[in-house]
Nanobody, 124 residues
């Protein structure tokens, strides 16, 4: 019901910058949280940056001061601006959305949606 497509990944030198985009389509109403995750080889998927349902932001300690999450609601798009990139930032980056739905009984349910991921490689 929700489709997420990431773009903007690629190869960048240490200290460089990239901006990732996540375009949402489908049943995008009632999405109250969106986030960026990443997964490096041999590591668990980790939260990088997120918008909460209240509109505030959260960042992993490892990216604070370097990464910024932003959104354009008119285009249903979330961005991740990555500056001062380090080799340890190399990973597949995934867009995540949480959508709230109600069944016919008024019971709230939450559903997670994920994009296919985009590769970010930081190397000289």
């Amino acid at each position: 019901q929700v489709q997420l497509v990431e773009s903007g990944g690629g190869l960048v030198q240490p200290g460089g910058s990239l901006r990732l985009s996540c375009a949402a389509s489908g049943s995008i109403f009632n999405i109250y949280a969106m986030a960026w995750y990443r997964q490096a080889p041999g590591k668990q998927r980790e939260l990088v940056a997120a918008f909460t349902s209240g509109g505030s932001t959260n960042y992993a300690d490892s990216v604070k001061g370097r990464f910024t999450i932003a959104r354009d609601n008119t285009k249903n798009t979330v961005f991740l601006q990555m500056n001062s990139l380090k080799p340890e930032d190399t990973a597949v980056y995934y867009c995540n959305a949480v959508r709230e739905t109600l069944n016919k009984y008024g019971i709230r349910t939450m559903n997670d949606y994920w994009g296919q991921g985009t590769q970010v490689t930081v190397s000289s």
